[in-house]
Structures are given as structure tokens and as C-alpha cells.
T-cell receptor, first 113, second 116 residues
Framework: AQSVAQPEDQVNVAEGNPLTVKCTYS??????LFWYVQYPNRGLQFLLK????DNLVKGSYGFEAEFNKSQTSFHLKKPSALVSDSALYFC???????????WGAGTKLIIKP | DSGVTQTPKHLITATGQRVTLRCSPR?????VYWYQQSLDQGLQFLIQ???????AKGNILERFSAQQFPDLHSELNLSSLELGDSALYFC???????????????FGEGSRLTVL
């Protein structure tokens, strides 16, 4: 079965430090992978996606993600965290059978000043 | 602003009642998706409509139904409400329908339903 796992419920990072939010997936064939962000009391916003090509994908707000096929991972990264990056982050993979997104449980990112 | 509009933003009702949530997609988007977000079950896909037709169904209860109208707005109807239906209901839209879907969804700000 296709699935996405976000192993950390919460990640705490000091402002200015690099951040990583982890995501692993299980899907047959080549995956379509996505990251979305949800700020408090808002809907989800698309950050970035990997479909094919370069394993390092750049997205909005200075975020990037690295696709690693051997480790079946798609970790979200940012070189220098901002307090305003504090939000809930969701990883997703496209279901090959019905084209819907399969969502991870979300990781709460807290950036401390 | 994503361009997706949801009403109402907040709704409080009693068990056994029926409510309707409304969604206007982004201009030009043909697909509308409904999601339920609750604390214990995360983000659950309910149903997708594409240009007026049901395209995909997720974990939608039989007490729930949806439709997409000719002007592309959509409504999610929730009936015989239970306490466990309390959640944030999101609508999202995309241009594409299925196999051409590239994964970029535009979400509304949600309708928060509280069932007492």
C-alpha cells in the first residue's frame, strides 16, 4: 500500500539555524512528492514538488527538499530558520491508482527566537 | 489569498442536525476537493469533483454528500451529525482532473464545524 510517514510530531529549531523536517514514503514506481505548509487558522499552501529531474527541489519561502530514492525519503530543509516559519508541515505523495494525494500526519515546526 | 472561498467560516450545531458547506474554487479551476481535518485523524480526503462530475471518492461517510454545480462551486452536505464530525472542513481546487494532476492544490481557509 502507498503511504507517507512523517516520523516527528514536532521539530524545535532556534532561529538562524538550519532546519530539516523528515518525510519517508512507500510507493511503487516513480513517486510524485509534495510539501505543503499550514499556518495557524489558515488553509494549506503548496511549497514544492518533485516529479522528475534534479533530486534537489527548490520551493517557496527559501525551502528546498531532497529526493533520495534509495532511502525513500523527501526531507524538507531550509538553511536558516525564521520565526515566521513556525507552522504545520505536511508531506504528500500522489496515489498512482486515483491520482489523489496521500498525506502524512504533519509535523509541527517551532522556531524559537 | 488562494482564490478559494469557503463559507461559513464557523458553524456550531447540534447532534442530529444537517449543515451545508459551500466552496467557490479559484477562477479557471475545474476540480474541487473536500478534506476533513481533525486532531486525531489528520487530513482525510473525502471526495473530488471535476467539471460537475464525481471523479474520486475517499473516506466519505454515507451521511455526507457533495455536488458541484454548473458554475463550478461545490457544496458538502453533512447530515445526522455526530459529535465526532466536529472538524475543520477544507475545500481545495486545481485546474487538472486526474492523470494530468500535478499535485498543486489551492486550499480555502476552511469551515470549522462544532457539533454539540
Amino acid at each position: 500500500a502507498q503511504s507517507v510517514a512523517q516520523p516527528e510530531d514536532q521539530v524545535n529549531v532556534a532561529e538562524g539555524n538550519p532546519l530539516t523536517v523528515k518525510c519517508t514514503y512507500s510507493v511503487s514506481g516513480n513517486p510524485y512528492l509534495f510539501w505543503y505548509v499550514q499556518y495557524p487558522n489558515r488553509g494549506l499552501q503548496f511549497l514544492l514538488k518533485y516529479i522528475t529531474g534534479d533530486n534537489l527541489v527548490k520551493g517557496s519561502y527559501g525551502f528546498e527538499a531532497e529526493f533520495n530514492k534509495s532511502q525513500t525519503s523527501f526531507h524538507l530543509k531550509k538553511p536558516s530558520a525564521l520565526v515566521s516559519d513556525s507552522a504545520l508541515y505536511f508531506c504528500a505523495v500522489r496515489d498512482r491508482s486515483n491520482y489523489q494525494l496521500i498525506w502524512g500526519a504533519g509535523t509541527k515546526l517551532i522556531i524559537k527566537p | 489569498d488562494s482564490g478559494v472561498t469557503q463559507t461559513p467560516k464557523h458553524l456550531i450545531t447540534a447532534t442530529g442536525q444537517r449543515v451545508t458547506l459551500r466552496c467557490s474554487p479559484r477562477s479557471g479551476d475545474l476540480s474541487v476537493y473536500w478534506y476533513q481535518q481533525s486532531l486525531d485523524q489528520g487530513l482525510q480526503f473525502l471526495i473530488q469533483y471535476y467539471n460537475g462530475e464525481e471523479r474520486a471518492k475517499g473516506n466519505i461517510l454515507e451521511r455526507f454528500s457533495a455536488q458541484q454545480f454548473p458554475d463550478l462551486h461545490s457544496e458538502l452536505n453533512l447530515s445526522s451529525l455526530e459529535l465526532g464530525d466536529s472538524a475543520l472542513y477544507f475545500c481545495a481546487s486545481s485546474v487538472q482532473g486526474a492523470g494530468d494532476f500535478t499535485g498543486e492544490l489551492f486550499f480555502g481557509e476552511g469551515s470549522r464545524l462544532t457539533v454539540l
